[in-house]
Every structure is written in C-alpha cells, then in structure tokens.
C-alpha cells in the first residue's frame, strides 16, 4: 500500500514537473515574476543566512579547538577543519535544510492558499497554465540564487570563526587564517555549489507540489506546508549521501 | 448558446449527474438552481471544463467541450469569464492588476491601452477610484465587481457566475445581480449563474433550470416558478416565511408577474 501510494505520488510529480516546465505563455510576465520570486524568496533570506552563518561558523571554530587540541595537531587544522566543514556540508546540506523551513513553508502555504480560495481554478478557466505560471519562477529564481546563497554562507561562516579568534585566546588569529588556506581544494567549492542547486530546486518543487495538490481548507493548508518542509527536508538528506558518494569518490 | 446533453458524473461511485440537458442562452442570465448537495456546483465545473464527465456533451455554440484537444480548450477559455463564489482575487496585485492580468497574459495591447481598458470595465462596475488598493482592503461586495470586472475585460462570450451572491448583504446582492443582468444584455454574453438566492431567482431568472438529486426537474422563467406545479421546486424556492407569504399573495390576488403597473416586477 505504502510503495503503491508512493509510485502513484512519484508519477503525480513528474506530471506536475512536466506541466511546471512548458514554455510560458508570456515570456515578459515570467520574467517578471522570476525577479520578484528572487527577491521574495531568495533576497529576504539574505539576513537569516548571515545570522545564522555567523553563529554557526563561531561554534565551529569554537567547538574544533575544544576537541581537535592535541599535542601532535598543529593549531591552524582548527581553522582547516571549520572552513572544510563549512564548504562540505554547512553551506549547502544545513543551509539548505533550513531554508527548507522558510522557503518550503513559504511557498506551500501561498500556493495552497490560493488552491483553497480558487486563485489557481481561476487562472485556469482563464487558459492559463498556473503550474508553470506559478511554480516555475519560483524553482528557476531560487536556484539561480541559491549560490548567491552559499557563498554568503561560507564568507560569513569564515567572518563568525575569525571573530572568535578575535576576540578570544582560544586560536591565534594568524593561525586560524592560515588554517583557512591551508591545502585548499577547490572542487570542494563546486561540490558545495552543485549541492546547492540540487537542494534548491528540492525545496521549490516538492513545496509547490504539496501546496499546488491541497485540498479542503485553512487547517490542510498547514498540514500541507508542515509536509512540505519534513518532504523535502528528507529528500535533501537523501540526496545528500547520493551527491557525496557520486562527486567526493 | 451553450447545450448540455445527458450529462453524467460520480464520484467514488455515487452518481451526482444523472443525464443531465439543459440549454443555456445567449443573451440571457440562465440561473442554475437547486439544494446543497444537489449537483449544481458540479454540473458549473463540468461546463467550464474543471471537472470531466463521464458521458454526454457540452457544446459551446456547437463546439463539444468533451471531445476538444488541450489546445482547443485553451482557446476556448479565453472565450470564457468567471466569477467565483470567494471572488478569486489575486493577493498580491492590485484591483487595476487583478483585472489587467487577462489583458497582460492575452492580449497584445501596450500598458497604456490595458490600463484603460481596465479602468473603462472598473468604471462599468462602478469602481472608479479603488484601482489601487489591494483585495483585502475592500469589502466582499466590492471585490465581487472586480471580480466581474476582471470577467469581462476580454470582452467574453461565456460568463459563469458561482453563487455571487453569496456572503453579501441583501442590497448588495442586488446591486451584483443587475449588474449581471445589464452586463448580459449589453454585451449579448451567455451568463450562466449557479445560485442558491431567491432575490436573484425572482428578479433575474430568464431561463431558470432546477437541479434535484443530480436530475434536472424543472425548466422555466421566474414568472413561472409562482405557479409552478413541482412540489421540490415549489418547497425549496418558497422556504422562506417572506416568499410563501409572497407566493400566496400571488395566488390570492392575481398579481401579474411581468413588471406591469400594480404587479410584482419581473
């Protein structure tokens, strides 16, 4: 029951995609609505990122001297190992999973609420294609500026752990700045960016398909933006193992 | 004209339709009548293609809804104006935008040209001077006309209408059925209006059908219903003290029905 309901949902999804990524039928009105999703759902989470990259980078600095200090380890492997986190998981897998929280829920509940209220039955009757008019801009604006994203994340993480070294004796701030360069691997930036993308049209796409399919009222709204978030939160750790086995080995 | 020809639909297994005709025309305001849970609703999002029956034909001026392609139906429905129970507005645009949006997404007119032909239908419906303000700043009566206003800003040959009425004041609802009726009339439009209000049935009803238990009972115009001689119709229209009284005026006094000096307007 549990695999039939899903292969039939898995189908319902590609359906979905498959309606989403048609040629739209004004090309001038997508690009508008693209912009506007870039700065709704991708420049509005411009402060949460540096927040939280801020705080996140200081405890990881903070928490690799803890545990990495031993005699045979040289000082800079606590700045090697943060940057290293950052770039491997922290700036795509757990920036994404949170984003998940705020874009996901974002954008199941709009497009649910303009399910429930007829906003969608209304573009269709009058011939438009709601799913590409509604979704795509969403998918497209935020994985384009997805990386604008992680990077963001990785510079502030990077500011949050010299901060510590600032301020604190816990690390010399020469060493930690060291340890940010040493034995830098740059494919570690791509595999980060590449995550990324993939995360973000995760989060776009499984949210507007919970929010585009909701039926009843305020309360499957809600229910449909909380399944959203735990869905593709899943996915992207899910997809997570997969990238890393396919691009790290 | 639209025709509807033995129309069926079920869900899960219960019949809601049952071989349902009806003959909807131009240039009239054809009410769809009938109880909750009557099949209305569903026989509405049949003829505007967002439900599929499972047998029979919905012919727009002789073009069968059933048997087109997906371009086809796309085509039609720019043909087509809607007006939703909960209006339908869009959120995030303006009134001038809810009702430019037909306009942007069909039309190649320039910016100039969409905007004053959104503002000549606002005008229509008497919304002069709240194109700027957003749907939830403006009552339900008025987001009903823009609503209308947005139906008719492509100039439709189809109007559906899903209990537009509904949740407004009696006044209003008048207000909102002449400017169904004039629209209809000025602009030849075949309306259809799926409605549960007797002040519309009474007052609007040219080509009235009465939906009951998925069948279609009764056809007929408003002067009609008064001496109509089906008991559900009979039950279900006059339920209400005011109309019994109304009706038994009626009968009592032999008023005529056709907006004649002394009788009830048609």
Redesign the interface.
């Known amino acids: 029951m549990i695999i039939s309901n899903s292969i039939a949902t898995f189908g319902r999804f590609c359906m979905f995609m498959r309606r989403v990524f048609s040629i739209p039928?004004?090309m001038s009105?997508f690009l508008r609505r693209t912009l506007v999703e870039v700065s709704k759902l991708g420049v509005d989470s411009i402060p949460l990122v540096i927040v939280i990259s801020m705080f996140i980078g200081a405890v990881c600095t903070i928490q690799m001297q803890l545990n990495v200090t031993s005699p045979i380890m040289p000082a800079y492997a606590v700045g090697l190992a943060t940057r290293d986190i950052v770039l491997l998981e922290f700036s795509n897998s757990i920036l994404c999973l949170i984003l998940a929280g705020k874009v996901g829920s974002n954008i199941a509940s709009e497009i649910g609420?303009m399910r429930v209220?007829?906003?969608i039955?209304?573009l269709?009757?009058?011939?438009?294609n709601s799913a590409n008019h509604l979704v795509l801009p969403k998918i497209l604006g935020f994985v384009c500026f997805m990386p604008v994203l992680s990077i963001m994340c990785i510079g502030t993480a990077f500011v949050g752990g010299y901060l510590v070294a600032l301020f604190t004796d816990l690390i010399p701030v020469s060493r930690y700045v060291y340890g940010l360069q040493a034995m830098f691997i740059e494919w570690y930036v791509w595999y980060g960016l590449i995550k990324s993308l993939i995360f973000a049209f995760i989060i776009t796409s499984v949210a507007s398909f919970f929010g585009y399919y909701v039926k009843g009222g305020a309360l499957e709204v809600g229910r449909s933006s909380t399944n959203a978030v735990v869905a593709s939160s899943i996915f992207i750790l899910l997809f997570d193992v997969i990238l890393t086995k396919l691009l790290l080995q | 004209m639209i025709e509807v020809r033995n129309i069926t639909k079920s869900f899960d297994g219960r019949t809601v339709l049952h071989g349902v005709s009806a003959t909807f025309e131009t240039g009239k305001t054809n009410l769809i009548i009938g109880q909750s849970g009557s099949g209305k609703t569903v026989l509405m999002k049949s003829l505007v293609g967002l439900l599929q029956p499972e047998s029979g034909e919905i012919l727009f001026d002789g073009r069968n809804l059933l048997s087109m392609s997906r371009a086809e139906i796309h085509e039609l429905r720019k043909e087509i104006g809607m007006l939703f129970q909960g209006s339908a507005l869009f959120d995030s645009e303006t009134v001038l935008g809810n009702v430019m949006f037909p306009l942007s997404m069909f039309t190649d007119m320039t910016r100039r040209q969409m905007r004053d032909r959104a503002m000549f239908c606002l005008e229509r419906v008497n919304l002069k001077g709240a194109e700027n303000k957003y749907p939830a700043e403006i009552s339900g009566g008025m987001q009903k006309r823009v609503a209308i206003a947005r139906a008719i800003a492509l100039n439709p040959k189809y109007l559906f209408c899903d209990e537009p009425n509904s949740g407004l004041d009696p006044k209003t609802s008048i207000l909102i059925d002449e400017l169904l009726s004039d629209i209809t009339h000025e602009y030849n439009i075949t309306t259809v209006i799926n409605t549960h209000d007797m002040n519309s049935v009474l007052g609007i009803g040219e080509n009235i059908i009465f939906i009951n238990k998925g069948h279609r009972e009764w056809v007929g115009d408003m002067s009609q219903i008064y001496t109509t001689a089906n008991e559900a119709l009979s039950d279900f229209v006059f339920a209400t003290r005011l109309f019994q009284q109304v009706k038994d005026y009626v009968a009592a006094n032999a008023v005529p029905l056709n907006g004649d000096k002394g009788g009830l307007p048609k």
Do not use: L, P
């Open positions: 039928d004004r009105i609420t209220t007829e906003q039955d209304a269709e009757i009058m011939g438009v």
